[in-house]
């Protein structure tokens, strides 16, 4: 079965400062892979996701993720990040024949002005 | 074009009582999930309803169940109502067809006293 490790809890980071979030996977094949954000009261947001292809995947609000087959992991960054993108983010992967994806426990952001 | 829609917000329940909680998926969309998100555990999956089948169950007991309706909305019922089960309840919907974006709703808040 398939399985995400987020092992961050909670990143504080300053404003304007790059961004990375880990992720690892646990999956036997070809995962496919998202990266979620939830605003504070809010649902989740799709920011990207790595289906196949190239393994550099960019996404919504200037985040891209790497996917790494070798490290299974998929982590996320921003170049510069803004006050705005204080969330919870996670990270899930889904299989090939099966649409219930498994989230990880999530990180934390906090922006420090 | 309306998102998915969930209802109640918020719910308040007493210990043994049941629960019952409603989705409404993206128009078109024919699967539909349901995630608990309980306090320090992230998103755990429930369950997923396609065409009106269950397809797949997550880690909880029966006292968790659900259905899916012609018209594609979802209830998830939670009987015999425990402390734990407090937590907030993500529906999301997507297109027929595996790995296609899963978008969510807002969640229903369950607090159970």
């Known amino acids: 079965a398939q399985s995400v490790t987020q092992p961050d809890i909670h990143i504080t980071v300053s404003e304007g400062a790059s961004l990375e979030l880990r992720c690892n996977y646990s999956?036997?094949?070809?995962?496919?892979l998202f990266w979620y954000v939830q605003s504070p009261g809010q649902g989740l947001q799709l920011l990207l996701k790595y289906f196949s292809g190239d393994t550099l995947v960019q996404g919504i609000k200037g985040f891209e993720a790497e996917f790494k087959r070798s490290q299974s992991s998929f982590n996320l960054r921003k170049p510069s990040v803004h006050w705005s993108d204080a969330a919870e983010y996670f990270c899930?992967?889904?299989?090939?024949?099966?649409?219930?994806?498994?989230f990880g426990a999530g990180t934390r952001l906090t922006v420090k002005p | 074009e309306a998102g998915v829609t969930q209802s109640p917000t918020h719910l308040i329940k007493t210990r043994g009582q049941q629960a019952t909680l409603r989705c409404s998926p993206i128009s078109g969309h024919t699967s539909v999930y349901w995630y608990q998100q309980a306090l320090g555990l992230g998103l755990q999956f429930l369950l997923w309803y396609d065409e009106g089948e269950e397809r797949n169950r997550g880690n909880f007991p029966p006292r968790f169940s659900g259905r899916q309706f012609p018209n594609y909305s979802s209830e998830l019922n939670v009987n015999a109502l425990e402390l734990e089960d407090s937590a907030l309840y993500l529906c999301a919907s997507s297109l027929p067809g595996l790995n296609t974006e899963a978008f969510f709703g807002q969640g229903t808040r369950l607090t159970v006293v």
């Open positions: 999956y036997g094949a070809t995962p496919y």
């Open positions: 899930a992967v889904g299989s090939y024949n099966n649409n219930d994806m498994r």
